[in-house]
């Protein structure tokens, strides 16, 4: 079942976050886990390393051996990675978070899009989806 939250923002890429103070948790949603199953994020973190909104910093790998590009959705320092989710596809927005980033502009969240223009967006744009 595809479902959103109305306390999260959402990237483009399907990702989700979850701003605590100075810091996001980010996912991704049940758009993409519904499409493609279990995923991991594979990548080199660089821990001392502003990363910027935008910017890819790894990919996505499913248990079916596909792998998508993961962008990050908001500029900061990555402080930790979840290279081990429970794989529980009814619940993305649980446990299977993929980073924690401590924000370092702000106004970056602005851009994202609330629950209800990331509903207008894509789950009816079908278009817009992963292939």
């Not at 948790?25 to 502003?50: A, E, P, Q, W």
């Not at 790998?61 to 990675?81: A, D, H, K, Q």
């Not at 209800?116 to 992963?130: C, G, K, N, V």
């Amino acid at each position: 079942m595809n479902e959103t939250r109305s306390t999260l923002k959402y990237y483009s890429c399907h990702e989700w976050v979850r701003i605590l103070a100075s810091f996001a948790i980010v996912g991704v949603t049940d758009f993409v886990s519904d499409l493609k199953g279990s995923i991991r994020l594979s990548c080199n973190v660089d821990y001392t390393k502003l990363y910027v909104s935008g910017e890819q910093i790894g990919t996505l790998e499913t248990l079916r051996g596909e792998t998508l590009p993961f962008y990050m959705p908001i500029s900061g320092y990555i402080v930790s990675t979840n290279n081990h989710p429970s794989h529980d596809t009814s619940n993305p927005y649980g446990n299977d978070w993929l980073l924690i980033v401590k924000i370092e502009d702000a106004s970056d969240i602005k851009e994202l899009m609330s629950e209800s223009e990331y509903d207008i967006t894509f789950r009816l744009s079908p278009m817009f989806a992963y292939a």
